[in-house]
């Protein structure tokens, strides 16, 4: 496993695509993290993390969203709780508001969460839009 924090991976996004791709290509899971660091520019907007993983770091939709649920659970040795829907974990989820997964990285600056679920209990939910 092998967790990069966003920050670092986008100070040289060439360098960090090319050896985030050559882990890949040796079976190395990869987990992305927000990674606040004082001073430098971050993200705690996971779907721009998804956007900039796509497009920056070469990442498929499917690898980028993976870093970022799946493997960053495992990473934090919480996968047995989080990072998946599954009988028996709680209903930690974001629903987002696309008719595709793949969308999701396409959409920098979208903030496309329609609701938000911690422990199966409902956290946020957009307002709908009505239009007469």
Sequence with gaps: MRVIPATEAFDNPSNAAQSIRRGLSEGVAIALSSSYRPHHVFSINMQHLLHLAVQFLGLTEEEAITAVTWNAAFSLRLSHVSGSLEPGKPADLVVMDVSDYR????????????????????????????VN
């Design 103 to 130: 969308e999701l990285p396409r959409r920098a600056g979208h903030h496309d969460a329609s609701v938000v679920m911690r422990a199966g209990k409902v956290l946020y939910r957009s307002a709908s839009l009505s």
